[in-house]
């Protein structure tokens, strides 16, 4: 058997299915072994200027993608972030015990993060059109459910897959990584522009917890496939990054951040009582009527339910957002889908309707583009009209 220790000598290892790498490598010597993890590490290797002009021309089509708000634009840019081969290097450090490395693809994922940040950042400042209430292009991509967990773990263990057997397919799952993870450190820098950290923190968090997470997953797929921890430097890179993984998922679960960033410390229920306040004042001012002795017939006179009495107060037709970190806009009553995200002090139209669920009052509004949604109206200010 021989196992090619260069990218230009074809070898029936490279071509066949995952499982018979599995048993070659099972059955080949130290230095073949060596041979093939430089094989792959020559694949995945970062190099500068392609990384730098990609990164540069990504970052200009996100810009653009925000500031006139074109999702075209958004897939075009996410097709070309280079995180495909930052990634892989990152996963493979553990297995060459290079810790140099795991340095230089720490330091290409944190370059990127920072650009893709400052890029959101950028947009909101070059916003062109009206800032409306629920300004945040493309919010969907904020969601965190299952689905976008199920997607993200399953594009992280094919990439893997195929990228030992020199499939191009690794290089088209890898555009997951590029939606779920880098896009949201976009809107990242966008909320911090538009809000403060305290919105954009829990939009940050979420997208380091995934980026550790499909590293740490590839490394145990890479492991599976007998390209193992490799020494004291792989073990040290490895917990490493269970660690941090660790971290970014106590921030992001452990405080409930980006569940609902509006969650106040305490709840405090709002009740609109007027109507109440108004039948005892009407009843009060009537119980004097029996004083007039002369009348003939004392039941004819005014009773309380002929006066001009006032009906129930009709809800208030606008609301403020009081929450500080914005609010966000849901699909339905205490859905987990965020359709958009309402800024700190908007005003928007409330149409009356309101839900009650888990002790929560959901209130269904319009904002100022004519979008309907609903949202808790713990973090609404009433305004009398």
């Not at 062109?128 to 969907?140: D, H, K, V």
């Not at 800024?343 to 009356?352: E, H, P, W």
Request: aromatic fraction near 10%; include cysteine.
């Amino acid at each position: 058997m021989s196992i090619p220790s260069t990218e230009f000598t074809p070898d029936r290892l490279r071509t066949q299915p995952q499982g018979q790498i599995r048993r070659y490598l099972g059955k080949a010597s130290d230095q073949e072994r060596q041979g093939f993890l430089d094989v792959l590490s020559h694949r995945a290797a970062i190099k500068p200027l392609s990384f730098i002009l990609q990164v540069g021309l990504s970052l200009l089509l996100f810009v653009l993608a925000l500031v006139y708000n074109k999702p075209l634009l958004l897939m075009v840019a996410a097709l070309i972030v280079p995180a495909h081969n930052a990634l892989l290097s990152l996963s493979l450090a553990p297995g060459t015990r290079s810790v140099a490395r795991a340095g230089g693809a720490i330091l290409a994922l944190v370059l990127m993060a920072v650009a893709f940040f400052g890029g959101g950042y950028l947009a909101h400042e070059l916003y062109t059109q009206e800032i409306s209430a629920e300004a945040l292009p493309f919010s969907f991509l904020l969601n965190d459910t299952w689905l976008e967990w199920l997607i993200l773990l399953l594009s992280a263990i094919f990439t893997a897959y195929w990228f030992t057997s020199n499939s191009t397919l690794s290089r088209l799952s890898a555009i997951v990584f590029n939606v779920l993870i880098f896009v949201q450190m976009l809107l990242a820098g966008w909320q911090f522009a538009r809000v403060g950290f305290e919105a954009a923190f829990p939009t940050l968090i979420l997208s380091i917890l995934r980026l550790l997470c499909v590293v740490v997953l590839m490394i145990i797929v890479l492991w599976s496939l007998r390209i193992k921890i490799n020494g004291l430097a792989g073990w040290l890179i490895f917990v490493g990054l269970l660690l941090l993984l660790g971290a970014a998922a106590y921030f992001c679960y452990g405080n409930k951040l980006p569940v609902v960033i509006e969650e106040p410390e305490e709840y405090q229920e709002v009740q609109v009582t007027p109507a109440l306040t108004l039948e005892t004042t009407v009843e009060a001012t009537f119980t004097p009527m029996p004083t007039a002795t002369k009348q003939p017939e004392p039941s004819p006179t005014p009773r309380p339910t002929n006066t001009p009495q006032p009906s129930p107060t009709p809800l208030p037709l606008q609301g403020r957002v009081t929450s500080t970190t914005g609010l966000y806009c849901r699909n339905e009553p205490g859905g987990v889908e965020i359709i958009g995200v309402l800024a700190y002090q908007s005003i928007v139209q409330l149409t009356g309707k309101e839900v009650q669920i888990n002790n929560r009052t959901w209130q269904e509004l319009e904002t100022d583009s004519g979008m309907i949604c609903w949202v808790d109206d713990a973090f609404l200010e009433i305004i009398q009209p």
